[in-house]
Structure formats: structure tokens, C-alpha cells
């Protein structure tokens, strides 16, 4: 059986939104994006998180306030020695990244994601 994602991703798209890797801060095309609206999952197409809830958390990944909870999956993780919790597209299971409790208001929520496991769709 073929994978279509290894066909469909580039290979360091396919070892973020497979294989649960991270890419390297501030090397994300969407690090320091601004522009009007939504990003959805690099696997499946899914929207997961609009611009307006973005924001710059100088961590070096894009940061959002609030995903689309209907649209996302959080599961614990306990790797690299720490337990974290790990955003994941509910439609294909691609790994997103990690949500912490250090962001804005008003959700306190500070969802760090990989450029890589992101498509961005412009506002018309």
C-alpha cells in the first residue's frame, strides 16, 4: 500500500505531520505571517486555526490563541522526558505540535505549530 502523504509532502513536511518532528525555530514560512485568513492541515486540507485568533509569542513557531476545537485533537505526550500536550488534525491525525497554558486572553492557550504541517488560505 502506497502512502500518499510521503507522495504528497515534501520530506521535512512528512517527518513534522507524520512523524511527530519539530522544525527548527524561526525557519516556519508562517513565523512571522500576518495576513488574513485561516491555515488549515498540510495533510487533508482541513481548517484549524483562523488569523485573527494568531499572534507573536517570540517562541519561533506560529502561535494562536485558539484552535478550531471541533477540528483538532489534543493528546498527551510524553516524550523528551516532560509531559506536553500534542495538537493533532482530527480529520488525519497529523501532528500539529503543542498547546500550552502561557498565552493571551482570552483562552490563556498558546498553540505552537509547525509551518510545516500548515497550508495557509488567503481571505478574498
Same mark, same amino acid.
Given at each position: 500500500?502506497?502512502?500518499?502523504?510521503?507522495?504528497?509532502?515534501?520530506?521535512?513536511?512528512?517527518?513534522?505531520?507524520?512523524?511527530?518532528?519539530?522544525?527548527?525555530?524561526?525557519?516556519?514560512?508562517?513565523?512571522? @505571517?500576518?495576513?488574513?485568513?485561516?491555515?488549515? %492541515?498540510?495533510? $487533508? /486540507?482541513?481548517? +484549524?486555526?483562523?488569523?485573527?485568533?494568531?499572534?507573536?509569542?517570540?517562541?519561533?513557531?506560529?502561535?494562536?490563541?485558539?484552535?478550531?476545537?471541533?477540528?483538532?485533537?489534543?493528546?498527551?505526550?510524553?516524550?523528551? @522526558?516532560?509531559?506536553?500536550?500534542?495538537?493533532? %488534525?482530527?480529520? $488525519? /491525525?497529523?501532528? +500539529?505540535?503543542?498547546?500550552?497554558?502561557?498565552?493571551?486572553?482570552?483562552?490563556?492557550?498558546?498553540?505552537?505549530?509547525?509551518?510545516?504541517?500548515?497550508?495557509?488560505?488567503?481571505?478574498?
Amino acid at each position: 500500500m502506497t502512502d500518499h502523504y510521503k507522495q504528497n509532502l515534501s520530506p521535512d513536511a512528512y517527518k513534522v505531520c507524520r512523524l511527530a518532528a519539530t522544525e527548527q525555530p524561526f525557519s516556519g514560512k508562517y513565523n512571522d @505571517h500576518w495576513l488574513a485568513g485561516t491555515y488549515v %492541515c498540510a495533510c $487533508c /486540507q482541513q481548517v +484549524l486555526f483562523l488569523s485573527t485568533t494568531k499572534f507573536n509569542a517570540g517562541c519561533g513557531w506560529p502561535s494562536f490563541w485558539a484552535a478550531i476545537v471541533e477540528q483538532t485533537l489534543e493528546k498527551v505526550d510524553n516524550s523528551h @522526558h516532560t509531559q506536553r500536550t500534542e495538537i493533532q %488534525c482530527k480529520s $488525519c /491525525q497529523s501532528h +500539529l505540535g503543542h498547546v500550552f497554558d502561557d498565552g493571551p486572553v482570552p483562552t490563556g492557550k498558546r498553540y505552537c505549530v509547525n509551518s510545516l504541517s500548515l497550508n495557509f488560505v488567503a481571505t478574498n
